[in-house]
């Protein structure tokens, strides 16, 4: 099953990233970029990398900038979609960044949609951010590409639970005002199944769960319990990859975590 392979890290989470790849030094910003861009022609370049199991690649600007990604995902006849936010403010909602600028630039490289994410913190935030997410969805898909709109709840959260059934309701009334097709990008639920409803929307292209600091296994195992859900990972797509495993290594690794985060979004489209 064809899941959405999130390569788009950050600077914010980037540090983080290396260190896990076991990458430990880098001389600035650049440097640190750089070698992040290193390690994301790595998983695309390899032989693991898929189209059979892999449909699309999201990716930071930083990555299409510095060349190579694109045509290699393009080659293997996978889509290219861009992040386009600049981040979160403090309440979560998305930073001031020029869209329109975005959407040009993502349709200039090749890239057939966007991702943009915010962080739900708290229950009275939570309808003024979808409305942003919602209002730059609708001038992304206006402009002919597919917008993945990602309310994220974080794991942790001590009420995730009960901001994801309200995540649900404030969802529902904002896809009846949406022309044109999204794709959700949500925090497997605590509860499965809870946005099992919004799949039947005909605005809904795809659901799909993050894996938002889960291991790969857990994601999996979690994922696999939501039907109609595949996975767009991020950290569980990476995890055990390292710098300085020989190219076999790396690629039977990858291989593995791919094909566990492949038939964990089967099992949920077949449940």
């Given amino acids: 099953m064809k899941f959405i392979a999130a390569l788009d890290q950050s600077g914010g989470s980037t540090p983080a990233t290396l260190e896990r790849y076991g990458v430990d030094e880098w001389m600035g910003d650049d440097g640190m970029m750089r070698r992040v861009h290193d390690m994301r022609l790595r998983i695309i370049n390899s032989p693991s990398f898929m189209p ?26 996978i889509e290219s979609y861009l992040k ?29 949609g966007t991702k943009m994410r915010s962080i739900v913190k708290n229950a009275e935030i939570m309808s003024i951010l979808l409305d942003q997410q919602f209002e730059y969805a609708q001038r992304i898909a206006d402009a002919g590409l597919m917008p993945i709109v990602e309310p994220e709840v974080p794991i942790g959260h001590p009420y995730k639970e009960e901001l994801e059934l309200l995540l649900f309701e404030e969802l ?13 990008k949500l925090t497997i639920p605590t509860v499965p199944n809870t946005y099992i409803a919004l799949h039947d929307s005909f605005m809904v292209n795809k659901l799909v769960g993050l894996s938002g600091g889960y ?22 797509l990476t995890e055990g990859l390292h710098t300085h ?20 979004s089967a099992r949920g489209l077949t449940t």
């Fill in 245 to 264: 495993q020989t190219e076999e290594q790396f690629d039977e690794k990858l291989l593995q975590n791919i094909l566990m985060i492949s038939n964990a």
């Fill in 172 to 184: 529902r009334t904002h896809l009846k005002m949406f022309s044109g097709e999204v794709i959700l």
């Fill in 215 to 236: 291991s790969t296994e857990v994601a999996c195992e979690k994922l696999s319990q939501n039907e109609e859900m595949v996975a767009s990972f991020s950290r569980g």
């Fill in 84 to 112: 386009v936010d600049s981040g979160c403010e403090e309440d979560g909602t998305l930073k001031v960044f020029d869209l329109d600028s975005m959407i040009q630039y993502a349709i200039d490289t090749g890239c057939t």
């Fill in 52 to 77: 059979e199991m892999i449909s699309t690649a999201i990716l930071f600007k930083d990555t299409i900038a510095r060349g190579g990604a694109v045509e290699a995902l393009t080659a293997k006849r």
